[in-house]
Antibody, heavy 122, light 107 residues
Framework: QLQLQESGPGLVKPSETLSLTCTVSGASISSGSYYWGWIRQPPGKGLEWVGNIYHSGTTYYGPSLKSRVTISVDTSKNQFSLKLNSVTAADTAVYYC??????????????WGQGTLVTVSS | DIEMTQSPSSLSASVGDRVTIPCRASQSISNYLNWYQQKPGKAPKLLIYATSNLQSGVPSRFSGSGSGTDFTLTISNLQPEDFATYYCQQSYSTPPTFGGGTKVEIK
């Protein structure tokens, strides 16, 4: 069974860089035609897509965060990572990693990590 | 970006009820609409993809319908474990966008 697990600091200071890693188990990140993504959810609010990456390194980013986000992949470790720089309190959220599955009928986030809360505070 | 609207943001229902949860897109998204269920402190769970296709393992009391801009998630015979927040998400274009969610509460 495919599993995803987020890891990284739970507290980041304003203006610094948020760094998270998603470790994938149960399948190779390089197998199949899947993208791997990050979605975030501020406390008590809705879901916001952050970006996706393919095992080749091709990335897509959300427009509101594009200037501050970098997503990378390490196929040797079966991991992909998120970096968000110049963070503010507005970046406080639960960050989820997920797999983007699908077919000709469309794509969808079918496997999710449990999520990790990142708080931006001094 | 395509805006997804879910109204109401919450509704009350009883066990055994039939519940319909609407979702509207700001432009036509054909059938590229997914539904997720989220319980407190948990990650979202995919229920339905491409408007009406039930994800593996999801009970058949969940169903989806619609096309273009208007979509509906229906829960027939509401069960205690169904009290949760439900999100729609379009995959018609990048960026994928989510609705604000509808919380189904116990009446």
């Amino acid at each position: 069974q495919l599993q995803l697990q987020e890891s990284g600091p739970g507290l980041v200071k304003p203006s610094e860089t948020l760094s998270l890693t998603c470790t994938v188990s149960g399948a190779s990140i390089s197998s199949g035609s899947y993208y791997w993504g990050w979605i975030r959810q501020p406390p008590g609010k809705g879901l916001e897509w952050v970006g996706n990456i393919y095992h080749s390194g091709t990335t897509y980013y959300g427009p509101s965060l594009k200037s501050r986000v970098t997503i990378s992949v390490d196929t040797s470790k079966n991991q992909f990572s998120l970096k968000l720089n110049s963070v503010t309190a507005a970046d406080t959220a639960v960050y989820y990693c997920a797999r983007l599955g699908g077919d000709h009928r469309g794509v969808y986030f079918d496997f999710w990590g449990q999520g990790t809360l990142v708080t931006v505070s001094s | 970006d395509i805006e997804m609207t879910q109204s109401p943001s919450s509704l009350s229902a009883s066990v055994g009820d039939r519940v319909t949860i609407p979702c509207r897109a700001s432009q036509s998204i054909s059938n590229y609409l997914n539904w997720y269920q989220q319980k407190p402190g948990k990650a979202p769970k995919l229920l339905i993809y491409a408007t009406s296709n039930l994800q593996s393992g999801v009970p058949s009391r969940f169903s989806g319908s619609g096309s273009g801009t208007d979509f509906t998630l229906t829960i027939s015979n509401l069960q205690p474990e169904d009290f949760a927040t439900y999100y729609c998400q379009q995959s018609y274009s990048t960026p994928p966008t989510f609705g604000g969610g509808t919380k189904v509460e116990i009446k």
